[in-house]
C-alpha cells in the first residue's frame, strides 16, 4: 500500500484529481453566475438589447457575434480563478510531494 500512496504523491495525481472534482462540481454555479448576472451586465454597458450572447457588429451584410465568445472566457476565467484559490485556501497543493 505505501509504494501505491507514494506513486499517487510522486505523479501529482492528488492535484489532478482535485482540480477535477472542483471544476466540475463549480462550473454550473459559475456557469450559472456568469450567464445570469454578469452577461446581462456586460450586455447592457456594451448595448447588446438581447444581453451579452447577442452581442454582434457588422461588415457590410455580415455580423460578428463576439459576445459569446466573451461569455465563455469569462465563464473559463472565474471557473479557473475559483478552483485555484479554492486549491490554494484548502492547502491542497501541499499534498503532493516533489520528487528529488
Do not use: C, H, W
Not at 55 to 70: E, M, P, T, V
Request: zero cysteines; charged letters at 20%.
Amino acid at each position: 500500500m505505501k509504494g501505491f500512496i507514494d506513486f499517487i504523491r510522486e505523479q501529482g495525481v492528488v492535484g489532478l484529481a482535485v482540480g477535477f472534482i472542483l471544476g466540475g462540481a463549480v462550473s454550473k454555479v459559475v456557469s450559472a453566475l456568469v450567464a445570469d448576472i454578469i452577461n446581462p451586465l456586460l450586455g447592457l454597458a456594451l448595448g447588446a438589447v438581447g444581453g451579452l450572447k447577442t452581442a454582434s457588429f457588422g461588415i457590410g451584410s455580415a455580423r460578428i457575434l463576439y459576445g459569446d465568445l466573451i461569455a465563455v472566457l469569462i465563464d473559463f476565467l472565474v471557473i479557473a480563478l475559483v478552483v485555484y484559490y479554492g486549491v490554494k485556501l484548502l492547502k491542497l497543493d501541499k499534498l503532493d510531494k516533489k520528487k528529488e
